[in-house]
């Protein structure tokens, strides 16, 4: 039989956790996780469901043990049915839906959001309230954009288990989402371009931010590179990696080449593997962007917003605005509705002649040095680039892009 005492002096296991059983009364308990926290619980019926109590401290022993003594004598005479799903089981169970039906990414992503904002462990469905969820979701009013993704998610999940009557009522009924972030409408300057791309070095993040100034793809995308993907002048992103779905083929400029061109790969064929891990994509973003800005002093930037820099780019070097859409894999805007029906053409000619155009521009701005009294870019393998590009004049163009 337990006491006050002996509970004070249980140790917590190195991992998962251990239950500490009563034998004045069966299934009741006391569990203790690897992070020392420790709580009551009662163990019950055929399947062996298993509810929260309470904490230690919070509830005392005698409290706890009445509570369980109460529940098992309903339970019994069938006054009530116990809910045998706890909060952690349904998570569980729920991710697994997610990840067989859904992408990588939209999985990674449920799954950061649910297990690291919402920790409601083994407390029962019916048990977690709409002062529970908002207390939770109070934690992350700093955070704007990260509140709204953790209330899409959670939103997503209480709907599924309100449907598989895993709660009788749904806790988040009356709750708004709350308002996402602010569209962000950041493009780097021909100059702020132009000290990022000198301040990359020849590392794994680097390479990276390089690959992604010259093809305007997603940073999820390119991080994700395998040898298999990449052509002799072309580079193809298959329909698993994509955002919308669908296999995306672009022509690979010359200086992205080189940038490949020899790179060792990981067994799986990855060019960017994570350090130490083979088989998991780069994953030092944060330290390494710090890095970068302190090297390059342009500041208040993120990495997508390289991407919105390429569009606007190419649009002020004059490219129109279906080959951008095209390179940038966008199935809306003049490629929506009826026309994306029956526009077959792969618009790969203008693609390669906006994409050469930009990169010689990027260049340009990187190496004033490289660029001839006659206004062309000299490069290392002109001959790749098709015979070579001609360039804008010195001084047009310098605006914002």
């Not at 895993?166 to 780097?188: C, I, K, Q, T």
Request: proline share 4%; glycine share 8%.
């Amino acid at each position: 039989m337990l006491t006050e005492v002996q509970i004070k002096a249980l140790q917590a296991p190195k991992k998962g956790e251990k239950i500490y059983p009563d034998k004045s009364l069966p299934g009741f308990g006391v569990r203790v996780t690897s992070t020392g926290v420790k709580s009551f619980i009662l163990t019950h019926g055929r399947t062996r469901s298993r509810e929260t109590i309470g904490r230690t401290g919070m509830v005392s022993l005698a409290e706890a043990r009445a509570e369980a003594k109460r529940r098992l004598a309903e339970y019994t005479l069938g006054k009530q049915r116990p809910q045998t799903k706890s909060w952690r089981a349904a998570v569980d169970e729920y991710l697994e839906a997610v990840k067989a039906k859904n992408r990588e990414s939209t999985f990674k992503s449920y799954d950061r959001h649910l297990r690291k904002h919402f920790r409601f462990g083994e407390t029962r469905m019916e048990d977690v309230t709409p002062q529970t969820i908002q207390r939770a979701l109070d934690k992350l009013n700093d955070r704007q954009a990260e509140r709204h993704h953790a209330f899409t998610s959670l939103r997503a999940f209480i709907r599924w288990a309100h449907r598989r009557h895993y709660v009788d009522r749904n806790p988040m009924e009356r709750m708004r989402a709350p308002r996402g972030s602010r569209a962000r409408d950041r493009v780097l300057s021909n100059e702020e371009l132009a000290k990022v791309w000198n301040a990359c070095g020849e590392d794994t993040f680097a390479v990276i931010v390089k690959l992604l100034i010259l093809t305007g793809q997603r940073v999820g995308e390119i991080s994700k590179l395998r040898h298999d993907m990449v052509g002799e002048r072309s580079l193809t992103l298959p329909a698993w990696l994509t955002k919308n779905g669908r296999a995306h083929t672009i022509p690979l400029p010359e200086a992205a080449a080189e940038l490949l061109r020899g790179r060792q790969t990981a067994p799986d064929g990855r060019f960017f593997p994570a350090k130490g891990k083979s088989r998991e994509p780069f994953s030092g973003w944060s330290k390494s962007k710090a890095a970068l800005d302190k090297r390059s002093t342009v500041t208040d930037w993120t990495i997508h917003d390289l991407r919105r820099t390429f569009a606007s780019g190419l649009a002020s070097l004059g490219v129109a605005l279906p080959v951008i859409e095209k390179l940038l894999n966008h199935i809306s805007g003049s490629f929506g509705g009826i026309v994306g029906v029956y526009q077959r053409y792969d618009f790969m000619p203008e693609m390669r002649a906006a994409i050469e155009k930009w990169e010689a521009h990027v260049i340009k701005l990187a190496s004033p040095e490289g660029v001839n009294p006659k206004g062309v870019m000299t490069l290392s393998n002109p001959g790749e680039l098709h015979d070579a590009v001609i360039v804008e004049e010195a001084g047009q163009g310098a605006g914002r892009l």
